[in-house]
């Protein structure tokens, strides 16, 4: 059972231009809502987070919106660089107490290519 | 300065045969984790350690076993070695904590290689 959907699995787009990643998720008792930036080669790491009592939140470039009602989350990446291209994991865990507060789900990626 | 740092990057063996990967990590984190990466580039954890004690085992098979001889090392230890536990196995940890939002810290991975 995947917890987590993420698409596309992957995406080209030109410099400047405004990528669109998209995730739905199934647990409603979900609470926080990262999302991963990895690099070939490297470990992913975090880029933006976001929890469900708000709808958007933006950090430089990048801007996570939510929607609740719909289990649905997505990362916008405005004015899009080249040094963007890698690949974006979407994710989501449970806060709080207990066991669940130890992992994270994540969805399968998305391979973002971004030509000069 | 390496926060989470995982040896060996590389490792090739042959099927059967017994390895291990080390992990350290240098932020005072309570929480340690194992996560698996396949050909697929699909992140799935397998477990995950707080405080020394086995908090999740996500089905991992038997011939997995972690060992956290403290909160700041999470070793694995694969006995076996099948073709299909080739993969990149990433070390990662975090702050304990309701609210710490599970901000998680991947080491760069140990990419293995079973033939």
């Given at each position: 059972?995947?917890?987590?959907k993420q ?7 030109q410099k ?101 | ?115």
């Amino acid at each position: 059972q995947q917890q987590v959907k993420q698409s596309p699995q992957s995406l080209i787009v030109q410099k400047g231009g405004i990528p669109i990643i998209n995730c739905a998720y199934e647990n409603t008792a979900f609470d926080y809502f990262p999302w991963y930036q990895q690099f070939p080669g490297k470990g992913p790491a975090l880029l933006i987070a976001i929890r469900p009592d708000v709808s958007e939140k933006k950090e430089g470039r990048f801007t996570i919106s939510f929607n609740k009602s719909a289990k649905q989350f997505s990362l916008h990446i405005m004015d899009s660089q080249p040094g963007d291209s890698a690949t974006y994991f979407c994710a989501a865990s449970i806060t709080g107490s207990g066991g669940s507060n130890y992992k994270l789900t994540f969805g399968k990626g998305t391979l973002l290519t971004v030509n000069p | 300065d390496t926060a989470v740092s995982q040896t060996p990057k590389y490792l090739v063996t042959q099927m059967g045969n017994d390895k291990s990967i080390k992990c350290e990590q240098n932020l005072g984190h309570d929480t340690m984790y194992w996560y698996k990466q396949d050909s697929k580039k699909f992140l799935k954890i397998m477990f995950s350690y707080n405080n020394k004690e086995l908090i999740i085992n996500e089905t991992v098979p038997n011939r997995f076993s972690p060992k956290s001889p403290d909160k700041a090392h999470l070793n694995l230890h694969i006995n076996s070695l099948e073709l299909g536990d080739s993969a990149v196995y990433f070390c990662a940890s975090s702050p304990l904590g309701p609210l710490s939002g599970n901000t998680i810290y991947f080491g760069e991975g140990s990419w293995l290689t079973v033939v």
